[in-house]
């Protein structure tokens, strides 16, 4: 169970291009998802919050405008990097709270991650 | 804010040694704490977590200690095997709804 999925796993786009990524909760669902950015050896940095139904809360210095999120069911969540420049490559990975989950309220379950290259 | 600071960065055991690390945390408030495992190129997987009532918790070869006096939490493998190498990530919450703050990661490398 609590098996969270992100599709694609990979994609490289030319520079100026929009990329969408989709997170999705296979077997539960997630009132709140979240967002996080990761580059090379080095932690998780959230990027957003995303609860369903509402607007995402963003984390200071993510551009909202660049970085669109919607949660427009209790099971998926999009990112879409628009206008993507070589900078925004990196490896994004989403995670959902299952809060009716065995785990509890707390725990969040991670998405196998999104690799973006940005030619 | 919650600062979370993990040591060491980097562990080498032998195959069947135990391996530990430890992490800390600034904020008394924070309440749950998981530790997750990294493998290349994949999400982060949830191998175990303890909440701020509970000091330790055990599942197979696998356990986390917790003092909450002094703010710090530990990760312990026993009998490690070559597939347990892996970044490990810890984190510290506030609880429900909360972000995590995560630690720095500790590249763990078995060898056989």
């Known amino acids: 169970g609590a098996v969270v999925s992100q599709h694609p796993s990979r994609v490289i786009c030319k520079s100026g291009t929009s990329v969408k990524i989709e997170c999705r909760s296979l077997?539960?669902?997630?009132?709140?998802m979240f967002w996080y950015r990761q580059f090379p050896k080095q932690s998780l940095m959230l990027m957003a919050t995303?609860?369903?139904?509402?607007?995402?809360?963003?984390e200071q210095g993510v551009e909202k405008d660049k970085f669109l999120i919607n949660h427009a069911s209790l099971t998926l969540s999009t990112l879409t990097v628009t206008s993507a420049h070589p900078e925004d490559s990196s490896f994004y990975i989403c995670?959902?709270?299952?809060?009716?989950?065995?785990?509890?309220?707390?725990?969040?379950?991670f998405g196998p991650g999104t690799r973006l290259t940005v030619l | 804010g919650e600062n979370v600071e993990q040591h060491p960065s980097t562990l080498s055991v032998q195959e069947g040694d135990s391996a530990v690390i430890k992490c800390t945390y600034s904020?008394?408030?924070?309440?749950?704490f998981p530790w997750y495992k990294q493998e290349l190129g994949k999400g982060p997987q949830l191998i175990i977590d303890?909440?701020?009532?509970?000091g330790e918790k055990k599942d197979q070869r696998i356990a986390v200690t917790l003092n909450k006096t002094a703010k710090h939490f530990s990760l312990h493998i026993t009998e490690t095997q070559p597939e347990d190498s892996a970044v490990y990530f810890c984190?510290?919450?506030?609880?429900?709804?909360?972000?995590?703050?995560f630690g720095t990661g500790t590249s763990l490398t078995v060898i056989p």
């Open positions: 077997d539960f669902q997630a009132t709140t």
């Open positions: 995303s609860n369903e139904g509402s607007k995402a809360t963003y």
């Open positions: 995670s959902a709270r299952d809060s009716s989950g065995t785990g509890g309220p707390d725990t969040q379950y």
């Open positions: 303890i909440r701020s009532n509970v």
């Open positions: 904020d008394s408030a924070s309440n749950y």
């Open positions: 984190a510290a919450s506030k609880g429900t709804g909360n972000q995590f703050y």
